[in-house]
Nanobody
């Protein structure tokens, strides 16, 4: 198992930007597929973006494609989510998650390790 801690959330106006970070503990961070999910009040947790162990093949939910960028630095055991052109509908608690292996996995049930979440609030 890998332990995950998110940071970087906050309050931003519509059109603004935030960068979330996910710090991982453990020596095998580079073995994990990493993902970002979000959950708004009263809604189910939904997929945002994910990235392979090498940093290649990032994939995104249609709702964030072209605005969000996922990346990782295996030397620092850290994953990032750069969020630009934020909209009020992006308001949610954002979670990072990890799983060993797999390709184009989007279901929260398929990720075994989770962080505690960080709140992102976008005001109109």
């Amino acid at each position: 198992q890998v332990q995950l801690v998110e940071s970087g959330g906050g309050l931003v106006q519509a059109g603004g930007s935030l960068r979330l970070s996910c710090a991982a503990s453990g020596r095998t961070f580079s073995s994990y597929v990493m993902g970002w999910f979000r959950q708004a009040p009263g809604k189910e947790r939904e997929f945002v973006a994910a990235i392979s162990w090498s940093g290649g093949n990032p994939y995104y939910a249609d709702s964030v494609k072209g605005r969000f960028t996922i990346s990782r630095d295996n030397a620092k055991n850290t994953m990032y989510l750069q969020m630009n052109s934020l909209k009020p509908e992006d308001t949610a608690v954002y979670y990072c998650a990890a799983r060993l292996g797999g390709t184009y996995i989007k279901s929260p049930a398929d990720f075994g390790s989770w962080g505690q979440g960080t709140q992102v609030t976008v005001s109109s």
